[in-house]
C-alpha cells in the first residue's frame, strides 16, 4: 500500500542506490542497438554543485533516460577536469592553513605528489552531488584529465601538432596574473566596473617649441613603455604631425606619430599614446606600425626598467631618465601615484577627469591582471579554425538556438594564437626539452626526446624540460575522443565517436565547443578518412538567476545552493522547474515558489496513483488501450499518445520547457482534473464490464504518466512503478509506441463536457455564485448532437458544475447569465441566488482600482528616469504586473456586461 505522501529524503539515496548496483546506467548492453553519447561538460575537481551545474546536468540526464527507454545503447561519459590553477590554489592555502613548508620548500614532484593526495582524499565532491540530482551517468567509465590515458593523448596531440607546424613558442601579450606568478585565459579574468579617473597628458613635439599631443589614459604607470602616438588617418588636426615625433615625458625617448585607423577621432582628443607591451589593442598597432615593445614590469608587476635594453637606448642622459630609472623596483600602482605627481610638476598634465572603466581582476587571484609580454606556447588556432569553421557553416554540427552559431562564426572569423602554457606545477607538463645551446626537442617521452638531441649535436647530452604546463582547457579540448581511449584504436572510439550532443552554457563556446571542433577535425577520421566532428548538435542553455533576474553572485549575497533545494523539496522537483522553465533563449529566474509548486505537482502525481489504488485499478498486462469501448476511456488512451509525441518532439528539439508544459497540463488537468472525476460515477456504478474496462485504463494511463514523466521526475516516477507492482526498473521500460484508433469522436465529446463544464464554473466564479449553491441550467437552441451529450453526460454535468438541473428551452429565462458554447446557449438562472447590482457595484469598484494601479505603472514605466535608473529586473516585474491587471480587467468588463444583460 502506498505512503501517504512520498518523502525523498527518505527514498532517493536508496533508489539512486538500486539504479546503480543494478548496472542499468551502464553503455554497451545493447550491442545491436543504435549508439546515442553524450559526454558531461567536466566539472573541475575542486567543485560543487551549482545551478549552472544542476540545469546542465538535469537536461543531460533527461536526453540520456529518454533515450535509453527509446532503446538506444547510451553512453554518458563523465569525468573530472585537473583545474589547474584552482586546484593548486586550493593545495597550496591548505599548506599554508596547516603550516607546513610551502610548494617551493617541498620542490615541485613532492608538491604534486601532495596533489594527487589531495585529490584522492578530497577531490570530486561534485560527483556525489551530481548523484544526488539523479544523474544516470556510467560511473564505470569516469576519467579524470590527468589520468594515464588522458595524459598519454594530450602527449601525442602536442607533439604532433608541434611537428605539424601548428604550435610554437612566441613572445606576445598575455593575461598575466602577477600573484598566482601565471598567465590566464580569457575566461579567467573578471572585468569590474571601477570608478577611477582619465589622465589627460601632454607630449611635447620634437622640434616645435610650446606645441604638444594629448593623450589620455587610465593607466598612467604604462607610460613610460610608450613607443608611438597614433592619429586617424582622416583627422585633420594632426595631418601635419603624422610622420614626426614626440619626446616621451619622463624618459626623454624620442617616439614617432603614426596614422592608424585604431585612433577615434571623436574620442577625447583624438590622439592615443600606444604601449605595444602592456596593452592588446596597442600590441596590434604596433605591430602594424612596426613600434618597438618596451616591457617595464616584472613577473610581480614592479617596475623592471634595466631589464630591457632598449628602454634608454638612444636616450640622452638627463635628470628626468636618473629620477625614473630611480623607480626600478616599485609596484606599479605606486608608481602611478608618483608619475602623475612628476607629471603634474612639469606642467604635463592637462586635466584629470573622473571616469568609470572596467578593470580586468583574476577571478581566483582577485589582483588586477597585467597585459604582459613574455614567450609563451601557442597553437595556430587560425588555420585549425578553418575547417571548424566550415563544419558548421555545411551543417555537419548544429547550435540550437541557432543565433549562438553567430557567436560562434564571429569568434571563429576573428581567432588570434592560443597561448597554451602556463607557469604551474599542477597540470600537464609540456613535453618539450631543451639543449645546451637552447634548441627545443619535442617528443612524447624524454628518452625520444634525448634521442632526437643525440641525432642533432652527434653525441649524448643532457636535456632541460620545459617548467610550463598546459592550459586545463588543451586536455578539456580532446575530451569526446580522449575518453574513449583515444590514441588507442578501441571499441568505444569505433563505437561511441562521433557523439551526439553536447550541453553547455554559451559562456564556454568559444574555450570549449570551438576546441572540441578544432581538435576533433584535426585528428578524428570517419570510415572514409574524412575529418569527423566531435558531435552534431550543440545545445546552449541559458543562465539561471535569481528570482529577480539578477546573475548570481557571492557579492551581491543572492546565491541559490541546489543541494539545500534537493534538501528541502526533493531532487525531482528541481529538475521539473530547471526544464519547465528552460525555454529556449531565455534566462531562467528561479523562485523557491516555483519548486514548491511542482514539488506540489509531484504529491498530485502521489495523490492519483492513490486513487487508482484505493479504486482497485491495477495493471492488467493483457489490457489494450484500443479496445476500450468506454468513451472516456478512449479518451484518455487518445490524450496519453497525444502527450507522448509531444513530450517527444520537443525533447528532440531541445524544447525542453515544452515537454514540462506537456507532461504538467496531461498529469495534472487531463488525467487528475477530468479522466479521475469522470470515471468515479463508473467506478461507483453497477456495470462490471465497465468498472474492470476502466479500473484497467486508469492503471495502464497511469503507467504511460510514469514512463514519460521519469526522464524529469526520475525518483517519485521510479518509487510508484515499483509500488504498484512494475515489472523491473522503470528506467529500463521501453517509450510508448502505440497508435491509438478512432479516438476523434471521443475527444470531439469529452472536449464539448469539458468545455461545458469549466465555462460554467467560470461563470459561477465571476458572479460570485456560492460554492454550494447548485443553480439551474437552461440550454437553448440546442440540436440532437448536444442534446444527446447533455443527457449523456447529465450526471458527470450536474456534479461537476454544481447544477441542480440540466433542461432545455427556446428563450433565455430572466435573470439568466449566458454562455455560447458551439451552436447552443447556456443560460444559468441566477436572480434570487446573485443581486445582480451589488455584484456590479463589487466589479466596477475592482475595476476602479486596478485602472488606478495601471496608470501608476504606466507613469513609471513611461518615465524616462525610472526606466534608465531602476534594475532590469524591476521593469520587467512592472510589465508583467500590467500585463496581468490588463487581463485581468478584460475579465472584468466581460462579467460586468454578463450581468448587465441578466439583469
Not at 553519447?37 to 573541475?44: A, D, E, K, L, S
Not at 596614422?259 to 577615434?264: F, G, H, N, R, T
Not at 540550437?400 to 576573428?414: A, H, L, S
Not at 602556463?422 to 626539452?433: D, E, T, Y
Amino acid at each position: 500500500m502506498l505512503e501517504k505522501k512520498f518523502d525523498p529524503a527518505a527514498h532517493e539515496q536508496r533508489i539512486y542506490d538500486q539504479w546503480e548496483a543494478s548496472g542499468a546506467f551502464r553503455c554497451g548492453q545493447k550491442p545491436s542497438a543504435e549508439p546515442f553519447t553524450i559526454v558531461i561538460p567536466p566539472p573541475n575537481v575542486t567543485g560543487s554543485l551549482h545551478m549552472g551545474h544542476a540545469l546542465n546536468n538535469t537536461i543531460q540526464d533527461i536526453l540520456c533516460r529518454f533515450e535509453r527507454m527509446r532503446g538506444r545503447d547510451v553512453l554518458w561519459q563523465p569525468g573530472l577536469d585537473h583545474a589547474g590553477i584552482a586546484t593548486q590554489m586550493v593545495v597550496e592555502r591548505q599548506l599554508m592553513e596547516n603550516q607546513e613548508p610551502s610548494r617551493w620548500d617541498m620542490g615541485r614532484d613532492k608538491f604534486i605528489e601532495r596533489v594527487w593526495q589531495w585529490k584522492e582524499e578530497s577531490g570530486g565532491t561534485i560527483i556525489n552531488q551530481l548523484r544526488r540530482l539523479g544523474a544516470s551517468c556510467d560511473w564505470s567509465r569516469e576519467r579524470f584529465t590527468m589520468d594515464d590515458g588522458l595524459s598519454a593523448a594530450v602527449l601525442k596531440v602536442f607533439v604532433q601538432l608541434y611537428k605539424d607546424g601548428l604550435i610554437y613558442k612566441d613572445k606576445r601579450l598575455v593575461n598575466w596574473d602577477p600573484k598566482l606568478l601565471t598567465a590566464i585565459s580569457d575566461l579567467e579574468v573578471q572585468q569590474i566596473e571601477t570608478n577611477g579617473h582619465l589622465w589627460h597628458f601632454k607630449y611635447p613635439v620634437d622640434g616645435e617649441e610650446g606645441r604638444f599631443i594629448t593623450v589620455a589614459t587610465t593607466r598612467p604607470e604604462t607610460m613610460l613603455g610608450d613607443t608611438g602616438v597614433a592619429v586617424h588617418p582622416d583627422d585633420e588636426r594632426y595631418s601635419d604631425l603624422v610622420g614626426k615625433h614626440v619626446i616621451l615625458p619622463l624618459v626623454g625617448r624620442r617616439i614617432p606619430i603614426v596614422a592608424d585607423e585604431y585612433a577615434d577621432p571623436e574620442q577625447g582628443s583624438g590622439a592615443v599614446k600606444i604601449t605595444p607591451a602592456h596593452d592588446f589593442n596597442d600590441f596590434e598597432v604596433g605591430k602594424r606600425q612596426n613600434l618597438e615593445q618596451i616591457n617595464i614590469f616584472d613577473h610581480h608587476a614592479k617596475l623592471l626598467l634595466d631589464a630591457d635594453e632598449d628602454f634608454a637606448k638612444g636616450v640622452p642622459e638627463s635628470r628626468e631618465l636618473t629620477d625614473t630609472l630611480a623607480m626600478q623596483g616599485m609596484d606599479r600602482f605606486d608608481a602611478r601615484k608618483i608619475i602623475v605627481e612628476r607629471m603634474e610638476a612639469a606642467g604635463l598634465v592637462e586635466k584629470i577627469d573622473d571616469h568609470a572603466h572596467t578593470v580586468p581582476y583574476g577571478d581566483r587571484s582577485n589582483v588586477v591582471i597585467e597585459p604582459w609580454l613574455t614567450e609563451q606556447w601557442y597553437v595556430d588556432a587560425a588555420t585549425l579554425a578553418k575547417p571548424a569553421i566550415a563544419a558548421v557553416e555545411q551543417g555537419e554540427t548544429v547550435f540550437v538556438p541557432k543565433n549562438w552559431e553567430k557567436t560562434y562564426f564571429d569568434w571563429m572569423n576573428n581567432i588570434q594564437p592560443w597561448c597554451i602554457s602556463r607557469q604551474l606545477w599542477w597540470g600537464h607538463q609540456i613535453p618539450a626539452w631543451y639543449g645546451p645551446d637552447g634548441q627545443v626537442f619535442v617528443e612524447e617521452t624524454e628518452n625520444l626526446a634525448l634521442d632526437a638531441a643525440e641525432g642533432h649535436y652527434g653525441s649524448r647530452v643532457s636535456l632541460d624540460r620545459d617548467e610550463d604546463v598546459l592550459d586545463t582547457w588543451f586536455s578539456s579540448a580532446l575530451w569526446p575522443f580522449s575518453t574513449l581511449g583515444w590514441p588507442e584504436e578501441t571499441p568505444e572510439v569505433k563505437r561511441y565517436y562521433k557523439t551526439d550532443v553536447v550541453v553547455t552554457g554559451f559562456d564556454i563556446i568559444f574555450f570549449w565547443i570551438a576546441r572540441m571542433m578544432m581538435a576533433g577535425l584535426h585528428f578524428m577520421k570517419d570510415e572514409d578518412g574524412k575529418p569527423e566532428v566531435p558531435f552534431h548538435t550543440v545545445y546552449i542553455h541559458a543562465l539561471v538567476r535569481d528570482e529577480h533576474g539578477q546573475k548570481m553572485s557571492k557579492a551581491k549575497g543572492n546565491i541559490i545552493n541546489p543541494l539545500e533545494l534537493i534538501d528541502e523539496f526533493g531532487a525531482d522537483a528541481l529538475r521539473f522547474t530547471l526544464a519547465a522553465m528552460a525555454a529556449q533563449g531565455r534566462d531562467i529566474k528561479l523562485a523557491k515558489s516555483r519548486i514548491e509548486g511542482y514539488r506540489n505537482f509531484g504529491t498530485k502525481l502521489w495523490n492519483a496513483a492513490r486513487f487508482c489504488e484505493m479504486n482497485d485499478a491495477r495493471r492488467d498486462a493483457d489490457f489494450d488501450p484500443l479496445a476500450a469501448r468506454l468513451t472516456i476511456n478512449t479518451w484518455i488512451a487518445g490524450e496519453a499518445a497525444r502527450t507522448r509525441d509531444a513530450v517527444a518532439s520537443a525533447i528532440e528539439e531541445h524544447r525542453y520547457n515544452e515537454a514540462a508544459s506537456a507532461l504538467y497540463s496531461f498529469v495534472w488537468h487531463v488525467f487528475c482534473d477530468w479522466y479521475l472525476e469522470l470515471i468515479k460515477p463508473v467506478l461507483n456504478g453497477s456495470d462490471e464490464a465497465a468498472i474492470t474496462e476502466t479500473r484497467a485504463t486508469a492503471a495502464w494511463a497511469l503507467d504511460q504518466i510514469l514512463i514519460m514523466l521519469h526522464p524529469f521526475m526520475p525518483f517519485v516516477t521510479e518509487e510508484l512503478w515499483d509500488k504498484t507492482g512494475g515489472e523491473g526498473l522503470l528506467m529500463n521500460a521501453a517509450w510508448p509506441d502505440y497508435q491509438p484508433a478512432g479516438n476523434e469522436t471521443a475527444a470531439a465529446e469529452i472536449d464539448w463536457l469539458i468545455r461545458f463544464i469549466s465555462d460554467v464554473r467560470s461563470v459561477r466564479a465571476e458572479m460570485n455564485v456560492p460554492a454550494g449553491a447548485r443553480v439551474p441550467c437552461v440550454i437553448i437552441g440546442a440540436g440532437p448532437e448536444t442534446r444527446r451529450r447533455a443527457a449523456q453526460w447529465e450526471g458527470e454535468m450536474a456534479q461537476l458544475a454544481r447544477l441542480e438541473s440540466v433542461t432545455f428551452a427556446e428563450g433565455v429565462p430572466h435573470g439568466a447569465a449566458q454562455i455560447v458554447l458551439d451552436e447552443a446557449t447556456i443560460a444559468l438562472p441566477l436572480a434570487g441566488i446573485v443581486d445582480f447590482a451589488a455584484e456590479q457595484a463589487r466589479l466596477e469598484k475592482e475595476r476602479d482600482k486596478i485602472d488606478k494601479d495601471i496608470a501608476q505603472i504606466e507613469g513609471r514605466l513611461g518615465n524616462e528616469q525610472f526606466t534608465a535608473k531602476a534594475p532590469a529586473h524591476v521593469i520587467a516585474e512592472a510589465r508583467e504586473r500590467l500585463e496581468e491587471l490588463s487581463a485581468r480587467k478584460q475579465k472584468i468588463n466581460e462579467a460586468i456586461e454578463r450581468l448587465k444583460a441578466a439583469g
